[in-house]
């Protein structure tokens, strides 16, 4: 019975690394679940458990073509997943430490000419990044960032599918980490304020 299931599990990664969407919708609803529960199980927020599942599968999809068949699946899903958890409280602190910074600049905005310059060259720079991106992706990504829609608003009032959302979002955040490196919390919070 093992031996055929590690065949079946086997066959079907090899579909997925093919580009097989129907593979690929069969692992996710054979991981999701239980990958969803581990991750809760650190964080203890089901939304952002539920946003690094769907981060997970989505990089697994990006990098089907590196997948080795021949290693256990399962334990490559699961490494992933604590990397992004382990990532995420790691970025909890960094972000605390931003959300000081940014109460303080809000209080001595006035005071501080050297803060109020840089944060007016960081939305600058924001600015240009984001009318290098494709126009779907950038619209996609203001219509989150920006104006706080869900992503079930935003392929509605675009008429896409949520997973094409999905994937514009992460693309987008991925192309200002790139460009703004340490700079991109701030970013985001700036992204936010513009709302």
């Known amino acids: 019975m093992t031996t055929r299931t590690e065949h079946i599990d086997q ?3 090899l579909r997925l690394k093919a580009g097989d969407m129907v593979a690929f919708q ?6 999701s679940e239980k990958l969803f529960h581990f991750t809760c199980s650190y964080l203890k ?8 599942v769907q981060d997970v599968f989505l990089r697994i999809w990006e990098m089907r073509d590196e997948i ?3 290693k256990s699946f399962k334990s490559f899903l699961y490494t992933m997943a604590v990397n992004k958890v382990l990532n995420h409280l ?3 602190v960094v972000r605390q430490k931003y959300e000081k910074y940014l109460v303080n600049f809000n ?3 006035s005071a501080s000419p050297e803060a109020a310059v840089h944060f007016a060259e960081l939305r600058d720079k924001i600015a240009g990044l984001m009318d290098k991106m494709p126009e779907q992706q950038r619209n996609v990504f203001k219509l ?3 104006e706080g829609l869900s992503n079930g608003e935003i392929a509605e009032k675009l008429d896409l599918s949520i997973r094409t959302v999905e994937n514009q979002i992460y693309r987008a955040s991925k192309f200002l980490k790139e460009n ?3 700079e991109y919390l701030l970013a985001m919070f700036v992204l936010f304020k513009a709302k």
């Open 26 to 31: 069969k692992v996710f609803v054979a991981y």
């Open 144 to 146: 989150s960032r920006e």
């Open 45 to 52: 927020d089901t939304a952002e458990a539920e946003e690094i």
């Open 90 to 92: 790691k970025h909890q």
């Open 107 to 109: 209080h001595d905005f």
């Open 11 to 13: 066959q079907m990664i």
């Open 68 to 70: 080795d068949e021949n």
């Open 180 to 182: 703004l490196r340490e």
